[in-house]
């Protein structure tokens, strides 16, 4: 079946360091990604999606890239701030155009911890 | 757009009782909702597709009998807890869309603590 994998975490950095979070699917369609930001104690917030190959969805400083060639959506930032410190998740939606079913597979998520 | 209300934010509860959880598409129309669960440092696992006016569908292991859902409008979906065990603590989060592809947009939780 479809699947996410992120990097494990913890991830630490410093303000204004360069942010990568890893992402990887394997999925039998064409679904669409996304990733989404989990502040603690709160729900899930769309942070960016992508719908199709090459496809690069960005906001609020992070952008990431739809590469079906291997099979990843990789989250990146320039310049991390404190208050980017949250989960974040990476999910795709199970099957692809007209075989979309609408459910959301996740990663296993992915803290990030940003210090002064 | 695209808001999805949530209530209550957090219940207490005594082993043994039901607790009704609501999801609320605010200004879209939904046929279709998620519901999920989420144990502590842990992802999302989806329970269940609430579909309006139907049965909901339920991912295998989820117990249909103990997690009811409701889907009785297109704006409102519930699950009920039923006979909650301590194991059943955990944060429930519902999910819409108000179209195929839009990006979901999430409740913003329930912290259940059965005791």
């Known amino acids: 079946g479809d699947s996410v994998t992120q990097m494990e975490g913890p991830v630490t950095l410093s303000e204004e360091a360069f942010l990568t979070i890893n992402c990887t699917y394997t999925a039998t369609g064409y679904p669409s990604l996304f990733w989404y930001v989990q502040y603690p104690g709160e729900g899930l917030q769309l942070l960016l999606k992508a719908t199709k190959a090459d496809d690069k969805g960005s906001n609020k400083g992070f952008e990431a890239t739809y590469r079906k060639e291997t099979t990843s959506f990789h989250l990146e930032k320039g310049s991390v701030q404190v208050s980017d410190s949250a989960v974040y998740f990476c999910a795709l939606s199970e099957g692809g155009g007209s075989s979309n079913t609408g459910k959301l597979i996740f990663g296993q998520g992915t803290t990030l911890q940003v210090k002064p | 757009g695209a808001v999805v209300s949530q209530h209550p934010s957090w219940v207490i509860c005594k082993s043994g009782t039901s607790v009704k959880i609501e999801c609320r598409s605010l200004d879209f129309q939904a046929t279709t909702m998620f519901w999920y669960r989420q144990f502590p440092k842990q992802s999302l696992m989806l329970m269940a597709t609430s579909n309006e006016g139907s049965k909901a569908t339920y991912e295998q292991g989820v117990e249909k009998d103990k997690f009811l859902i409701n889907h009785a409008s297109l704006t409102l979906s519930t699950l009920t807890v039923t006979s909650a065990h301590p194991e059943d603590s955990s944060f429930y989060i519902c999910?819409?869309?108000?179209?195929?592809?839009?990006?979901?947009?999430f409740g913003s939780g329930t912290r259940l603590t059965v005791v």
């Open positions: 999910s819409a869309s108000p179209v195929t592809n839009y990006g979901y947009t």
